[in-house]
């Protein structure tokens, strides 16, 4: 299940260090423009997973949802949205409480099932007693949007401020992507902006996401399960094909890290994954098929869809939404920045 969706999941027991005074501590991102970080010390160009005093009883996590892949970085790219997930946990007397709004609200299960109640939960090792558990969800569910992720993420910083625990950013995207199955999608929900995420234990890497970059982001309204996409892929392919995509992905990371977004026409395109895809997401070949129509930078899908990605130029972003509206109005279409901001957790 997506998002904050029903599902289980063992106990995964970091051994993070405790804070020395013995308080809860939780995350922050720390600052990318040179200002005070909120963390204190010195300002991070790459964010980190600062420490600050919270309550002991109560934790609040706020994280990115993302899209992954991004055409040629099938399996290593992904991109923070801001469309994020809030996840607020409380010690008080009674029995297990949780509580969904936003997306999802009435249809995912508010008990020990949901994702972030069963992650939260296995954790700590508990089995719910005396835990309020509030979700604010406002990324869109089993859409390619990174939600499943986000619960994750947000449930393991959640426990480990309530236990006092300080992994880092490289531990908690280990143990996230160990459930998930993947790293991508959790690697630009803990870190924000863009991410690389290779090898297993994975290594991430961030890039601060081009200043004059939007996604117009179109949630078709098709359902398709990830297990379903990913049995729509080749066991093997052809050499040729895997050297393309090697070189786009190349090609795609120095555009992202240098604001070159001419070259992202080229760069989006891909071998791997999106052609065998298309015939189960008309939304997206729909919209591919009209890129130029569209005046977009390129159309990839958003993780295994059926989410479709439109690139452009920042002030061109309000018009393409609308051309994307038109051509397909049955989809919920977001003009929108990346995010550079990954997991806040107070």
């Known amino acids: 299940m997506s998002g904050s969706g029903s599902g289980s999941s063992s106990s995964r027991r970091s051994g993070g260090a405790r804070s020395g005074s013995g308080r809860s501590s939780g995350f922050c991102a720390r600052s990318r423009t040179g200002a005070s970080s909120p963390c204190g010390g010195r300002p991070d160009p790459v964010p980190a997973l600062g420490f600050r005093p919270v309550s002991a009883t109560r934790v609040t996590v706020d994280v990115p949802g993302s899209s992954a892949n991004l055409g040629s970085g099938y399996d290593c790219l992904a991109i923070a949205l801001p469309l994020r997930l809030t996840v607020a946990v409380e010690r008080r007397p009674g029995p297990l409480a949780v509580e969904v709004a936003g997306e999802g609200a009435g249809d995912l299960p508010a008990d020990a099932t949901n994702l972030v109640a069963a992650t939260l939960l296995a954790e700590l090792d508990e089995n719910g007693d005396d835990l309020q558990i509030a979700i604010d969800n406002r990324i869109p569910l089993g859409a390619g949007c990174g939600s499943s992720a986000a619960a994750i993420v947000a449930a393991l910083a959640a426990a480990d401020a309530l236990l006092g625990r300080a992994p880092s950013p490289a531990g908690l995207i280990l143990r996230a992507s160990t459930i998930e199955g993947h790293p991508d999608n959790v690697a630009a929900s803990?870190?924000?902006?863009?991410?690389?995420?290779?090898?297993?234990?994975?290594?991430?890497?961030?890039?601060?996401?081009?200043?004059?970059?939007?996604?117009?982001?179109?949630?078709?309204?098709?359902?398709?399960?990830?297990?379903?996409?990913?049995?729509?892929?080749?066991?093997?392919?052809?050499?040729?094909?895997?050297?393309?995509?090697?070189?786009?992905?190349?090609?795609?990371?120095?555009?992202?890290?240098?604001?070159?977004?001419?070259?992202?026409?080229?760069?989006?395109?891909?071998?791997?994954?999106?052609?065998?895809?298309?015939?189960?997401?008309?939304?997206?070949?729909?919209?591919?098929?009209?890129?130029?129509e569209l005046g977009a930078l390129g159309v990839t899908l958003s993780g295994a869809g059926p989410s479709v990605l439109v690139w452009c130029a920042a002030d061109r972003a309000d018009e393409i939404a609308a051309g994307v509206r038109a051509i397909v109005p049955s989809a919920d279409v977001h003009a929108l920045r990346p995010e550079p901001v990954g997991l806040v957790c107070g």
């Open 190 to 292: 803990v870190l924000g902006g863009v991410t690389i995420a290779a090898g297993d234990p994975p290594t991430a890497r961030r890039i601060e996401p081009p200043a004059g970059l939007a996604l117009v982001v179109a949630v078709a309204d098709e359902r398709i399960l990830t297990r379903d996409a990913r049995a729509a892929l080749a066991g093997d392919v052809p050499r040729g094909d895997a050297v393309w995509n090697i070189q786009h992905a190349a090609l795609l990371v120095h555009a992202l890290h240098t604001g070159a977004l001419d070259d992202l026409s080229v760069a989006l395109t891909d071998r791997l994954h999106q052609d065998a895809r298309a015939g189960l997401m008309p939304t997206f070949q729909e919209l591919r098929s009209r890129t130029a």
